[in-house]
Structure formats: C-alpha cells, structure tokens
C-alpha cells in the first residue's frame, strides 16, 4: 500500500527565509509524486508533479521539488517566502491500484510566513 | 481553465437528514472524486468513478453513496447524516492517470451536521 508522510503538521518561517516542506513516500515503482497547495477557503491546486526524468521538478509560485530515490523524498522548497505563500501545502503520491491510478494525500502541511 | 463547482459552500443539516452534495466539471474528464478534509487529518478518499455509472470505493465509504448519471455531474450522498460527518467535503476531476495526471479542485463544502 502507498502512503505519504509530512514531517511537521505548521512550519513557520520569516518573509524572505528559505521554505523547506518535507514529504517522505512509500509507493511502488514508479512512484508519481505531487505537491498540491490549498490557500484559505479554497480547493487544492496543484503546484509541481514529478513523473519521470529530471529529478528536480520547478512548479509555480517560485517553487521546486527534489525526488530523491535514495531518500523516497519528495521536498518542497522555495527560497525566499512571501507573505502569499501562507497557506496548506499537500503532498501526494498516485499509485496504480485494481487496474487505475489512485491518489493518496498527506496530513498536510500549514506554511505561516511572518513579515 | 477548468472549472469544478460544488452546489453549496455551507451547508447546515440535521442528523438523520439526507444529504446531497454536488460536483459538476466542465472538461469532460472522465475521473471524479470525493474526499473529505479534516484537520490534522489530510484528505481522505471517500468514493471515485471512472466512467458514467462506475463507482469504486475509497478508503473510506462508510456512511456514504455516490451517483454518476452523467459525466460532468458527480453526487455524494448521506444517507443518514450523523455529527461525526461534520467535514469539509472536495469534489475534484482528474485528467489522465499516473504520469499524465493532474486532479482540479472544487472549492469545497463545509458541512455541519447538528
């Protein structure tokens, strides 16, 4: 069975400070990753998806993703925070399960930017 | 831009009541989903159809039914609401499967079950 684990349920972090939102996974091979971002009183929105090929993945907004294999990491960075970053930020993994791909979120990750 | 809308943002029920709760996409995917959101909790796959008239159950079902009469349209019902329903209920359709995938979010309903 997949899942997906965010380490820290609220990290917080000054405007203009490094962002780093860590995702672990345990999925089948290949494993199809996605960073998903929910601002307040809205649906999910999807920032970055990693498939195959290049293992450091640019999505909107300024951030990136790295897969590391090695690691079954799939961290969410951005490098300098901006107030607009606040909000729930949702790993996922999508794994083939009964002949379709199925996705399975994380516990979600709250980003708080301080000015 | 693809557009899913939820029929209501805030919905306030009684236990016991009947619930209906509405998804329409307008892309013609042919995936949709339903998924309850609580806090700490992440998002939980209750129910996705993969075609008109195809359901399979998610990680957890109980309490709850789906219709897929049409493509664009899907419905999760309570049969029966009770409190520990109380959730914010995501509808969301999706665009390929694994590698080509992308899911788009409705804004949600958040449901309140007295």
């Known amino acids: 069975a997949q899942s997906v684990t965010q380490l820290g349920s609220h990290v917080s972090v000054s405007e203009g400070a490094l962002v780093l939102l860590r995702c672990n996974y345990s999925?089948?091979?290949?494993?199809?990753l996605f960073w998903y971002v929910q601002y307040p009183n809205q649906g999910l929105q999807l920032l970055l998806k990693?498939?195959?090929?290049?293992?450091l993945v640019k999505g909107i907004n300024g951030f990136e993703a790295e897969f590391k294999k090695s690691e079954t990491s799939f961290h969410l960075t951005k490098p300098s925070a901006h107030m607009s970053d606040a909000a729930e930020y949702f790993c996922?993994?999508?794994?083939?399960?009964?002949?379709?791909?199925?996705?399975?979120f994380g516990r979600g990750t709250s980003l708080i930017v301080h000015p | 831009d693809v557009k899913v809308t939820q029929s209501s943002r805030y919905l306030v029920k009684r236990t016991g009541e009947k619930v209906f709760l509405e998804c329409v996409q307008d892309?013609?995917?042919?995936?949709m989903f339903w998924y309850r959101q609580d806090p700490g909790l992440g998002l939980r796959l209750i129910y996705f159809?993969?075609?008109?008239?195809?359901?399979e159950k998610g990680d957890i079902p109980e309490g709850y039914s789906v219709s897929r009469e049409k493509k664009e349209r899907f419905s999760l019902i309570l049969e029966s609401a009770s409190t520990n329903q109380t959730s914010m209920y995501l509808c969301?359709?999706?665009?390929?499967?694994?590698?080509?995938?992308?899911?788009?979010f409705g804004p949600g309903t958040r449901l309140l079950v007295l």
């Open positions: 969301a359709s999706r665009i390929g499967q694994g590698p080509r995938e992308t899911q788009y």
């Open positions: 999925s089948s091979v290949p494993p199809y």
């Open positions: 990693y498939t195959t090929g290049a293992t």
């Open positions: 996922a993994v999508s794994g083939l399960s009964g002949g379709s791909y199925i996705p399975t």
């Open positions: 892309m013609d995917h042919e995936n």
């Open positions: 159809s993969y075609d008109v008239k195809m359901k």
